[in-house]
C-alpha cells in the first residue's frame, strides 16, 4: 500500500494571500486526485492530477483559482490563490494505480481570516 | 453523473452489537467501491475494496459487499467496540468519465461503552 504525506498539515492565512500544498508518494501512482471537505460534509473532488498536462477540474473549480502541478508519478502541489474565508477547508490529496486501492493523505487543514 | 448516498447519516450502538452500514449508487459503471473510515479531524484510511468483479472482501471483524447490478454495498461491523467510533464512507470509481473517485456523505458511527 502507498504511503501519501501532505504538507503543511495545517496552515492560518490571511485572506488575499496563497498557499501551496504538497503531496508526495511513496511509490509511483497512475491516478492522483484533489478533494475539499468543509466542515461537517463530505469530500468534493477539485480536480484529478495528470502527469505531465494540465489538471482535469470539476464543475465550479477553475485553474486560476487552484492550479495544480503533477510533474511526475510521485508528487502533486495544489494551490489555493487569493484565499477567502470561504475557502477555509481540509483539503485531501489522494491517489492510487489504476483499478487499485486508493490512498489519502492526512490532509491539509486550512483557515483563511 | 454519480451519485452516491449512505444511509444512516449516524448511528449510535452499545459495544459488542453487530451492525450494517448501507451504501447505494447511481451508476452501475464502476471498477471499485471502496470503504474508509476517518475520525474527526484526520485523512481517510482504506478498510476494504472490491472490485466490480467481486461479490464481497473480509478484514477481520470487517465485511462489506457489493451487488453492482442494483447499485448497492454494505459493509459489516462484528462486535463493534468503541475504537470503532468514526465516520465510515463508501467511493466509487467510476468505468467512465472521471477518474476519481466519487464519495457518499458517510455514516458516523458512536460505540457506546
Known amino acids: 500500500s502507498a504511503v501519501i504525506s501532505q504538507k503543511p498539515s495545517r496552515d492560518i492565512c490571511q485572506r488575499g494571500t496563497s498557499l501551496t500544498i504538497q503531496c508526495q508518494v511513496d511509490?509511483?501512482?497512475?491516478?492522483m486526485f484533489w478533494y475539499r471537505q468543509q466542515p461537517g460534509q463530505s469530500l468534493t473532488l477539485i480536480a484529478t492530477a495528470n502527469q505531465g498536462s494540465e489538471a482535469t477540474y470539476e464543475s465550479g473549480f477553475v485553474i486560476d483559482k487552484f492550479p495544480i502541478s503533477r510533474p511526475n508519478l510521485t508528487f502533486s502541489t495544489l494551490t489555493v490563490s487569493n484565499m477567502s474565508p470561504e475557502d477555509s477547508s481540509i483539503y485531501l490529496c489522494g491517489g492510487g494505480l489504476e483499478n487499485t486501492e486508493a490512498f489519502f493523505g492526512q490532509g491539509t487543514r486550512l483557515t483563511v481570516v | 453523473k454519480q451519485e452516491v448516498t449512505q444511509i444512516p447519516a449516524a448511528l449510535s450502538v452499545p459495544e459488542g452489537e453487530n451492525l450494517v452500514l448501507n451504501c447505494s449508487f447511481t451508476d452501475s459503471a464502476i471498477y471499485n467501491l471502496q470503504w474508509f473510515r476517518q475520525d474527526p479531524g484526520k485523512g481517510l484510511t482504506s478498510l476494504l475494496l472490491?472490485?466490480?468483479?467481486?461479490r464481497e472482501q473480509t478484514s477481520g471483524r470487517l465485511n462489506a459487499s457489493l451487488d453492482k447490478s442494483s447499485g448497492r454495498s454494505t459493509l459489516y461491523i462484528a462486535a463493534s467496540q468503541p475504537g470503532d467510533s468514526a465516520t465510515y464512507l463508501c467511493a466509487v470509481l467510476g468505468a467512465t468519465g472521471r477518474r476519481a473517485l466519487t464519495f457518499g456523505s458517510g455514516t458516523r458511527l458512536q460505540v457506546q461503552p
Open positions: 511509490s509511483q501512482v497512475t491516478m
Open positions: 472490491i472490485q466490480s468483479s467481486q
